[in-house]
């Protein structure tokens, strides 16, 4: 059993991965932080949980636990993660700390890095694309729910080298924005849609870039640390009425002549055998993702214009955040890939 704690564990992150390690079989979990819940029950924080264990204080649960994962705000792991590293452990940080070059970092997050160094040393956590890296990690960079719909939808397309830019807009559950998210009372939320951080402001534009333009570089399994090509994204979200969920529509730009024949082709073959990719005939839809670790896309050829649209719904929670979380634990450790990650999801 390997000894795994969370930090940030009365989170929506660390909800999820509560859900999903307790269900692991290879798995002990050896501590939970909180600073509001520090010495209460599980319970005390999460009413679905059925579990007196105590929160605990972060040194502890960092002590006790063989793989920490950090579910806490940006900016926090970069001070977090050195230590932890020392001590022989390995860290999955599921904020944006070590997701991007410091620089791009600093510049769209607004935070000085602390760590600057060990941005060479984390592994992007897209298993899609970084198998064989995460297999050797230490430090994973687990991306968020916006960057894996829009880098899932459009990296077929950029690992062949057509495409040449993409309009990507994004619709997303008000749990993307955390338990005490901005702007998320019920009474503003409810019967209500609204873009926000538009005019290309939004931080996870950059690592959308960085991502397909390691494809374009490297093609279909590119290194977190190797060479990029240039590609450039529009990127606008909106946040709407339900819990879970994220759509991704993407509209690209390709150079090539194309029709649905070929593009199904593409896409069937660059997720061959991928155990949470589906791509579908249908649209896809959020609640057919809800609770699973699933991303579901649809590549769809228009004549008219020329352009390809692609369609990829996720549940921002599971396949956005702590379930791919789980699967690069799943793949550092060496357990099979799928070890306590849902296929299926709840419905209706
Ligand atoms: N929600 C989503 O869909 C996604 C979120 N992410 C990223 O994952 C991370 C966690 O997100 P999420 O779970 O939604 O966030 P939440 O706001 O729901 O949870 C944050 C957690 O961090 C703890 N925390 C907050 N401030 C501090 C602090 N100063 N020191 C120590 N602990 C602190 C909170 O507990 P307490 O205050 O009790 O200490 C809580 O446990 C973020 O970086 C987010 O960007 C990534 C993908 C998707
Ligand atoms: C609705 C909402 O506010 N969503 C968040 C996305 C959350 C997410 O993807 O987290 P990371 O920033 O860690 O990638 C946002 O737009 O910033």
């Not at 520090?38 to 972060?58: V, Y």
């Not at 050195?82 to 510049?107: H, N, T, W």
């Amino acid at each position: 059993m390997v000894r795994v704690g969370i930090l940030g564990a009365s989170g929506y992150g660390g909800a999820e991965l509560l859900r999903l390690l307790k269900g692991h079989p290879g798995v002990e979990l050896v501590g939970f932080s909180s600073r509001k819940y520090e010495g209460k029950a599980l319970s005390a924080a999460w009413p679905q949980l059925w579990d007196e264990r105590l929160f605990l204080p972060q040194e502890e649960v960092v002590g006790r636990a063989e793989v920490v994962f950090l579910a806490l705000p940006n900016g926090l792991a970069m001070g977090l993660v050195p230590e932890i590293l020392r001590a022989g452990k390995r860290a999955i940080d599921l904020s944006g700390d070590f997701r991007l070059p410091p620089e791009v970092y600093e510049a769209w997050y607004g935070i000085p890095h602390k760590s600057p160094g060990l941005y060479q040393e984390a592994v992007y956590g897209l298993p899609e694309l970084h198998r064989a890296e995460l297999r050797e990690a230490r430090l994973v960079a687990n991306p968020g729910c916006y960057v894996t719909a829009a880098t899932l939808a459009l990296a077929p397309l950029a690992a062949e080298g057509v495409l040449k830019g993409a309009f990507v807009v994004g619709l997303s559950g008000v749990s993307g924005a955390g338990r005490e998210g901005e702007g998320t009372f019920f009474a503003e939320v409810n019967e209500n849609l609204k873009p926000y951080k538009v005019g290309g402001t939004h931080r996870h534009i950059p690592e959308m870039e960085l991502n397909l333009g390691r494809l374009l570089a490297q093609g279909h399994t590119p290194r977190t640390h190797g060479a990029r090509g240039e590609v450039r994204l529009s990127f606008t979200p909106h946040l709407v009425p339900m819990i879970r969920g994220i759509l991704v529509t993407a509209e690209a730009e390709v150079e090539g002549a194309w029709d649905q024949g070929k593009l199904d082709a593409l896409y069937r073959g660059f997720y061959a055998g991928e155990p949470f990719v589906r791509v579908l005939e249908d649209l896809p839809q959020t609640k057919g993702t809800l609770g699973s670790n699933r991303a579901d896309l649809k590549p769809l050829y228009e004549g008219r214009t020329g352009r390809v649209l692609v369609f990829a719904a996720l549940d921002n929670l599971v396949k956005g955040m702590a379930g791919q979380a789980v699967q690069n634990l799943n793949l550092m450790l060496g357990f099979p890939e799928d070890t306590a990650l849902p296929k299926e999801g709840l419905w209706p």
